[in-house]
């Protein structure tokens, strides 16, 4: 049995596992924080509802297709133009958005736990509405360059990037801003989110709700467990693209990059492990109010 056999079998039962997962957790998200006007007025809380909502956008449009791709051999990106230029551009997009609000949430809570009163200030939920549509502009406007630059191959029947400069651009834009900086973000901010509320003896619900604090700390450490390994395999991919390779090692670095690539789903759906909580929260706060 082979590696890439084994590596095809993990993608199309796991990747079900983690789009089944991610999909219901995702979803309970969006029911949860939409549901209670507080939560929606509240920066954090709407950060989170944002990501949701994108999360579950990503999942449909790149775990599926890949997992239809690795267990079923049908893949539209060969055959279809548009699709080929569309897949990428929303999977871009939406995962700049889906992070830049992971990355934003950690950063509001920050703000919220902080003595300063000047910093406090800057959690608001006008300011966020306005941050979150300049992200949405720029990420939109960003991915332009995929719908002029990517085409099929005529040589390998592949969806690829066949602009030169942009194919140097992409690895390092995935590498860094898809996956480096905002785990570099998540823990900084969480670090000094955890350190605030630490020299703090008594947060009042106003100045922080610990568990959102528990969500952002949890969401920090599952970023850098599911995106350092792989923004390392891209790293080394590109470093190594030019190096002779014999059957035996490519076959290696397939199955790593198989798993690397599955692994990093595993962020967008981990959100479910971390809302139960809040929903258990929620459910144990409205039987406290009814009765």
Known sequence: MSLIYIGQQIT????IFIFITGS?????????????????????TFYFLIASIFNIIYLANNLISRIVSTGYGIDLT?????WCKLRVYIGNSVTLISLSCSCLATIDQFFVTSRNANRRRFSNIKLTYRI???ISLISCLHGIPILLFYNISSITKTCIDTNPGYAIYTPIYGTAVLCFIPVIIMIIFGYLTYYNINSIRILTEQQADRQLIRMILSQ???AFITF?????????????????????????????S????LLSYIYYAVCLLIVCKIVKEFIFRQIVTYF
Do not use: H, W
Not at 12 to 15: E, K, L, R, S
């Open 78 to 82: 060969k055959t279809s133009l548009s």
């Open 258 to 261: 198989m798993m690397t690539t």
């Open 220 to 222: 920090a450490i599952s």
């Open 132 to 134: 979150l549509l300049i």
């Open 228 to 256: 350092i390994p792989y923004g390392i395999n891209i790293a080394y991919s590109q470093i190594t693209s030019n190096i002779s390779k014999d059957p035996y090692r490519l076959n290696i670095e397939s199955f790593i």
């Open 12 to 15: 199309i039962y796991g990747g």
């Open 24 to 44: 219901s957790g995702n979803l309970m998200s969006i029911l949860v924080f939409s549901s209670v006007r507080n939560y929606r007025t509240t920066p954090c």
